[in-house]
């Protein structure tokens, strides 16, 4: 009798550890599908906010030709409103997502995009008032952050 229930502890005790271990292991490739999944969603966002930045950075430059050229800059003026009015939107989604790094180069590149348009949206300004503005360190700046928070190594920097 008693070597019948030794055998049925160390039954249970097995079943036990097996399902511990199991729990455990489940437990663990959940998280790191979660956590794939979230730096997946990151990567969308960080990729989006910074197409709109350009998208924006662009069609400034493009409004400031325009004007060099006595041009009419207001398909340009307008492409450039729509780009901001989408990149205020994709910046919300950036800051819930990001780590406090990305968040503030994200607001440092806000500021310089918000300088840009401000520039641009007075009509006398042609290209030459519109270089001089940093957009291109601070996206830079935002990229290095971004690299960071999705743990990529930046073996060499591409602008």
Excluded at 17 to 22: D, G, I, R
Aim: hydrophobic residues 45%; contains cysteine.
């Amino acid at each position: 009798m008693a070597t019948q229930i030794f055998t049925l502890v160390g039954v249970l005790i097995g079943a036990l550890t097996s399902y511990v271990a199991t729990t455990v292991a489940e437990r663990a490739k959940f998280q790191r599908e979660m956590a794939t999944r979230w730096d997946e969603r990151k990567l969308d966002t960080y990729i989006d906010y910074v197409t709109c930045i350009k998208q924006i950075q662009r069609a400034a430059m493009d409004a400031g030709r325009a004007r060099d050229e006595g041009a009419d800059a207001s398909e340009a003026l307008a492409a450039m409103e729509e780009s901001e009015n989408r990149r205020s939107v994709l910046f919300e989604t950036f800051v819930l997502l990001s780590n406090e790094k990305a968040a503030t180069a994200a607001h440092a590149v806000n500021q310089r995009t918000w300088e840009l348009l401000g520039t641009t949206r007075v009509s006398s300004n042609g290209t030459a008032a519109l270089r001089p503005i940093p957009l291109v360190e601070a996206l830079n700046m935002l990229h290095e952050a971004a690299r960071s928070d999705l743990t990529i190594s930046s073996g060499s920097s591409a602008r």
